[in-house]
């Protein structure tokens, strides 16, 4: 089990997202008034806080959302979740894993700065089953 401790969102894409702390998430949508959200399979993005750590142990000054990753977590390995796996989010919330790790078609900022980036390898994609309300210190769990 793992935690929420960012909740992002961008009005475009391609921009870092905002921790914005709580936010809707939409079924079948993603989170309400996210550039990403839409009828698709990567509909919300999560990145362990852990991956975040990574890079700013190699001396980057980056946060939560500067990813481009939605949600934020702690204490849960996201990477290590098979393709079909669900997840529950708070009290009603829940997503199926549909892609771990994606191609960056263009290389962006974070890349430039550090020649690597954690989100192509160890963010993942999830589509939203059951919609309601997020927050920051949200429960995150493997729903079996």
Not at 70 to 91: F, Q
């Amino acid at each position: 089990m793992g935690y929420v401790v960012a909740v992002c969102t961008s009005p475009r894409k391609g921009m870092r997202k905002k921790n914005i702390g709580n936010c809707n998430l939409l079924a079948d949508h993603g989170l309400e008034g996210d550039a990403h959200a839409g009828p698709w399979h990567r509909q919300v993005s999560l990145l362990a806080l852990e991956s975040v750590q990574k890079m700013r142990d190699i001396g980057l000054d980056v946060n939560p959302g500067d990813f481009a990753e939605n949600i934020t977590t702690v204490g849960i390995n996201l990477v290590d979740l098979p393709i079909g796996t669900k997840l529950a989010i708070g009290d009603d919330t829940l997503g199926e894993v549909t892609q771990i790790g994606k191609e960056c078609h263009t290389k962006c900022a974070i890349y430039y700065q550090a020649g690597d980036c954690v989100m192509p390898k160890e963010g993942i994609f999830i589509r939203v089953l059951n919609g309601g309300h997020i927050k920051v210190g949200d429960q995150v769990r493997v729903v079996h």
